[in-house]
């Protein structure tokens, strides 16, 4: 089962199931490559006013493809150890989807700042998803390996405060709310 492949309301069902299938870190990827998509469209409307609109672009469908894969790569891990028994270990594709999300929001926040101002919300939604799905990716990697001094949790929470600055970034450069 690819995680790609399945119909949004497919996916959200298989998410709220018990037992083997995707979980937290596979929805939690879905949020991230939907981030990358939506930074993405904008900045492929962008190139005229950012000279850097092109190749952020194409960085950001390369992480969206990744984070699919990571989502498919999580729910595998997590079956296998449901259907085993055990609790998945969390240091495999949940900091790597940490890690991928915080770039998609530093990237994000680039094309919210520097973008086609109609497209910037476009980009600081992008940003803010997953600025969201790399603080849970991150929470997801603290608690299952329990062990703060882990250098995968320091990482996790690297990734996860990244994230954290550029939504930030994104947000008070296109805000429109008071």
Known sequence: MS?????????????????????????????????AALAEGACRVSGARWADAAEAGDRLAALRAELLRLADEDAVVV???????????????????????????????????????TVRGDALAGSLLAE?????????????????????VARARWASERAEAAAERAWRATRSLP
């Open 79 to 117: 079956s296998a150890a449901i259907a085993a028994g055990h609790v998945a270990p969390a240091s495999g594709p949940p900091l790597a989807i940490a890690e991928h999300a915080a770039e998609t929001a530093e990237l994000a926040a680039l094309a919210a700042i520097h973008g086609k101002r």
């Open 3 to 35: 995680v790609a492949l399945l119909a949004i309301g497919e996916l959200l069902a298989q998410l709220a199931a018990t037992g083997p299938g995707p979980r937290a870190g596979s929805g939690v990827a879905v949020a991230a490559a939907t981030g």
């Open 132 to 152: 969201a799905a790399a603080r849970a990716a991150a929470n997801l990697v603290a608690v299952d390996l329990a062990n703060r001094s882990n250098p995968a």
